[in-house]
Structure formats: structure tokens, C-alpha cells
């Protein structure tokens, strides 16, 4: 859109004022996050396979990051871990409150990253990954009750030995 932080603040103010607006408008979350970390981080070819359809409003997106047993959102605190194996990373954790959790197509994990090999730096470094949601391993366990409802969209989600390739890294470790 090329607004900058407080303008785009401004007009999600606005927004907020009308039932609906945001998603109306294409800015509704996590799907306008996860657009924004795309075109920010996202390689070419991430871009035409999840920024595309997702902007286009043919995919929907989660966003995977806080954890059961952690603080919030404090990214220092996080245990779910990708290794390395050869061209691919090897997902485990249990995530909590993934948001749009029944609905994405793909969600983008935070995660440490250990690659035994050091090409990537030391292990432990946070990392971005994109992870289809019908990737083998991937199992959502529920959405998990906010505001007085039992179930939401914000899902428990445990990954279970969910191989990615490298390449739907963002940005690097």
C-alpha cells in the first residue's frame, strides 16, 4: 500500500469502526501480516505460489508462534525446532493459538533452526518457514476458546516430524 506504520495504524482505526471492513479491504489478520512478512522476506517463486493467491483471495493463511508452555509471544522462549536434513527441515513443536487455523492453506511457522551442517550459523537462531497445511505431521488438535466461546479459529496445532524443503525458509535463520 506504501503507507508508513502510523498511516497504516490510522486506517486500520478507521476500518475498525465498520463490521466487516477489514476484510473487505484485504487487511484483515493474520492474512495481511503474512502478506506483509511475503513481500518483505518471501523469495520470487514464494511470492507467486502463497503472496499471489493469498492477496488475490484464493488462499488463506496462519500464523504459527506462541507455544503452551511459553510467555506470550516472547520469541526467547520458543521450543519448536526445524533440523536440517539434507534439503529439507524436519518441523517438531506444539503450537498454541495459531491464528485462522481450520481455514489456511499454509501457515508460517516460527521456529529455532538447527542445521548440523553450520552452514546456516549455530543452532537456536529463529526462523520463518512456510508450511502448507496439509503437509503429513501437521495435526490440529482444536481451536481452543476465547471471549466465553469453547472453540475459535485459534487453534493447538503439534507438529509432528513435518518435513518442508528449504527453500519455503523466509529470509534465513
Same mark, same amino acid.
Given at each position: 500500500?506504501?503507507?508508513?506504520?502510523?498511516?497504516?495504524?490510522?486506517?486500520?482505526?478507521?476500518?475498525?469502526?465498520?463490521?466487516?471492513?477489514?476484510?473487505?479491504?484485504?487487511?484483515?489478520?493474520?492474512?495481511?501480516?503474512? $502478506?506483509?512478512?511475503?513481500?518483505?522476506?518471501? +523469495?520470487? =517463486?514464494?511470492? /507467486?505460489?502463497?503472496?499471489?493467491?493469498? !492477496?488475490? *483471495?484464493?488462499?488463506?493463511?496462519?500464523?504459527?508462534?506462541?507455544?503452551?508452555?511459553? $510467555?506470550?509471544?516472547?520469541?526467547?522462549?520458543? +521450543?519448536? =525446532?526445524?533440523? /536440517?536434513?539434507?534439503?529439507?527441515?524436519? !518441523?517438531? *513443536?506444539?503450537?498454541?493459538?495459531?491464528?485462522?487455523?481450520?481455514?489456511?492453506?499454509?501457515?508460517?511457522?516460527?521456529?529455532?533452526?538447527?542445521?548440523?551442517?553450520?552452514?546456516?550459523?549455530?543452532?537456536?537462531?529463529?526462523?520463518?518457514?512456510?508450511?502448507?497445511?496439509?503437509?503429513?505431521?501437521?495435526?490440529?488438535?482444536?481451536?481452543?476458546?476465547?471471549?466465553?466461546?469453547?472453540?475459535?479459529?485459534?487453534?493447538?496445532?503439534?507438529?509432528?516430524?513435518?518435513?518442508?524443503?528449504?527453500?519455503?525458509?523466509?529470509?534465513?535463520?
Amino acid at each position: 500500500m506504501g503507507l508508513d506504520f502510523l498511516q497504516l495504524a490510522y486506517m486500520y482505526e478507521v476500518l475498525a469502526y465498520a463490521a466487516g471492513a477489514a476484510a473487505l479491504f484485504g487487511v484483515a489478520a493474520p492474512n495481511s501480516g503474512n $502478506a506483509r512478512i511475503l513481500v518483505k522476506y518471501g +523469495t520470487d =517463486e514464494q511470492k /507467486r505460489t502463497w503472496l499471489l493467491p493469498l !492477496i488475490d *483471495g484464493q488462499l488463506e493463511s496462519g500464523f504459527s508462534m506462541t507455544e503452551p508452555d511459553a $510467555a506470550g509471544s516472547d520469541p526467547r522462549s520458543l +521450543t519448536t =525446532e526445524a533440523v /536440517r536434513e539434507g534439503d529439507d527441515w524436519v !518441523i517438531n *513443536g506444539h503450537k498454541w493459538f495459531t491464528s485462522n487455523g481450520f481455514a489456511a492453506e499454509f501457515f508460517i511457522v516460527m521456529c529455532r533452526a538447527n542445521d548440523p551442517t553450520g552452514e546456516l550459523g549455530k543452532p537456536g537462531q529463529m526462523t520463518q518457514i512456510i508450511v502448507p497445511s496439509k503437509t503429513p505431521g501437521v495435526n490440529i488438535i482444536r481451536g481452543i476458546g476465547i471471549f466465553g466461546h469453547s472453540t475459535s479459529d485459534h487453534c493447538e496445532i503439534v507438529y509432528d516430524n513435518v518435513r518442508v524443503p528449504m527453500e519455503n525458509t523466509l529470509a534465513g535463520p
